[in-house]
Structures are given as C-alpha cells and as structure tokens.
C-alpha cells in the first residue's frame, strides 16, 4: 500500500536481533571445532594486545565471552551489541564470574555502522565472527577505525567461504548432482547461512579493510573444517593422531590464509590527514 499525503514511512531494520547462539556454537564439538572456536578466538584476543589499563572495544560482543577473557587480562572492556537479548545473556554469563572476582565489561547496545564512541576512543577493537552478520559491513569497518586510537588495531576475525573445505564441499556436490545423488549435506557449507549478508573470502575482505585500514597482517586459521568426512574422520581418529593431523592442516592455513577456514586480519586506522587523534 502507498502511504498516504505526509505520512511518514519508518526503515524497519532487517536484522534479527533475536537469535541466540544455539546456531553458532556447535553442540557436541569434535576436535576440528575445537581446535578452530579456541584459536579463532586466541589469536583474535591475542592480536588486540590486552593487558593493563588497554582499552578494548569489541564489536557485536554477542553473549560476551570474549569481553569478560580481554577484561581478565586487565583490558578496560566496552562490548558493543545491537541485541538485548544478547546482551542480557552476556550480563548472565558474566554475573558468575563477576563473583568470583572478574571484572564485568561495560555492555553498551550500538549499530557497529554508528558506534556511539568518540573518535580514537580505544587502543584495540575487535570484531570476531559478526562482520558477515552486518547489513553495512563497509561502514562498520569505517566505524571501527575511527574509534581507534591512531596507533591502534583493529581485529577482524572472518569465517572464509572460498576455503578448501567450502572448493571441496561443492565439487563434491557438483560432482554428485552429476550423477542425479544430492548434496551430502541439506545445508551447504560453503553457501553463506541466511543470517549472512556478506560472504566474504579473502580477496573482499582486502578490499573492504584497506579502504580504512592500514593492513599490517593477515593470518589463516584451520583447514579442512566442514571437508565432507572430515569432522567424522577426526572424531574418530586417537586423539592424538587428530590433533597432529589438524596442527598440521592449521600450519598450511598459516601459509596460504586464501584456503583457511577462518582469516583474522588486523590493521591500523588510516586517518586523514585532518584528523586529529
Ligand atoms: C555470530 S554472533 C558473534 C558474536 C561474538 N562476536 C562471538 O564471537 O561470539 C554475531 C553478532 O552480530 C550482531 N550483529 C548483527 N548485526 C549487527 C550490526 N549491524 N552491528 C553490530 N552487531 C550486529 C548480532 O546481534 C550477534 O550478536
């Protein structure tokens, strides 16, 4: 329907701001999972160099986990989440560990394309695991380097869907289709899930990252994540042997971030020359 005269037409916003992390985290982990969740998230921590009195945003904070680990670390900590839900979550995780000692992060509700921080704000900024959930991505990362300190970093930690498991994931597919046998799984890995606006791999994630940021280092994490068979094999394999087999698959990543699983990216505001801080 046309509205009507003057009336005004409000933007409705269309992001779900009431999904929880059950899509995400996987239940029943294999070593694979493991092994990726934990290093995605120790070198994103690690990259944004916490330590006492840093000051540390990080960016669509979710349930939180990751701002309470930088605050552990003696980081001043604003988690910044669009979602209610997801931030009365992350004040639920916290408030154990808030007993125990931790120190709570400040939970702040934000858009990351319209971060409500003044300009150089943080030393660090991370955003691990969202951008392909942002309807603005670009201005996000904008966003992100302007609340950075000139000699800060920002983090980007992005799932990569041009991966040797996603390449493999749809031969195998094409292959089978060839044949009249459907894909191996309902759900293909290597399609952008439907809460993604971005499908990003390595190349676009330059793209979009350099226009604000200046990329001092691109790292690749874990290969062969989502490969047909591979979950299983490694779940079954000793644990031993799985775990070489994926340190060895997570060295290669190392080399060549263009198959990795996941890409974590860092790079430094790149300010005009009229700007100030
Ligand atoms: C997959 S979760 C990742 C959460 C957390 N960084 C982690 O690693 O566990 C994606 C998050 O992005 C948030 N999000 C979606 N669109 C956003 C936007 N435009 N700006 C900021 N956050 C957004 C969601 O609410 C959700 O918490």
């Not at 120790?42 to 916490?50: G, K, M, S």
């Not at 408030?95 to 003044?118: H, M, T, Y």
């Not at 996000?140 to 390449?167: H, K, P, Q, T, Y």
């Not at 263009?258 to 430094?268: A, C, E, K, N, P």
């Amino acid at each position: 329907m046309q509205p009507r005269g003057d009336a005004k037409v409000r933007a409705v916003r269309i992001v779900d701001l009431d999904r929880d992390m059950s899509d995400v985290i996987p239940t029943g982990m294999t070593p694979d999972s493991e092994f990726l969740f934990q290093k995605m998230t120790d070198v994103t921590l690690d990259r944004a160099r916490p330590g006492p009195g840093k000051r540390i945003l990080d960016v669509a904070s979710g349930v939180g986990q990751d701002s309470l680990a930088l605050a552990a670390r003696g980081a001043i900590v604003v988690g910044a989440e669009p979602s209610r839900r997801m931030t009365q979550m992350a004040r639920l995780f916290a408030a154990d560990k808030i007993k125990a000692g931790a120190v709570e992060p400040d939970w702040v509700q934000g858009w990351a394309d319209r971060l409500p921080f003044a300009t150089g704000s943080f030393d660090g900024v991370i955003c691990k695991g969202a951008i392909d959930h942002f309807d603005q991505p670009e201005q996000a990362i904008a966003e992100m380097a302007r609340v950075c300190a000139r000699d800060g970093c920002v983090v980007l930690a992005i799932a990569n869907f041009e991966s040797l498991a996603c390449r493999v994931g749809r031969a195998v597919d094409d292959l089978r289709l060839e044949i009249g046998l459907p894909p191996v799984r309902e759900r293909r890995g290597y399609d952008a899930p439907s809460d993604h606006f971005t499908r990003y791999e390595l190349p676009l994630m330059r793209e979009q990252a350099e226009a604000h940021l200046v990329v001092e280092s691109v790292e690749g994490i874990s290969l062969g994540w989502g490969m047909p068979g591979w979950s299983k094999t490694m779940a079954r394999l000793p644990a031993g042997i799985a775990r070489g087999a994926i340190q060895a698959f997570d060295g290669v990543a190392g080399l060549a971030p263009t198959l990795s699983d996941v890409i974590v990216l860092v790079g430094r505001p790149r300010r005009s020359a009229s700007t100030s801080r």
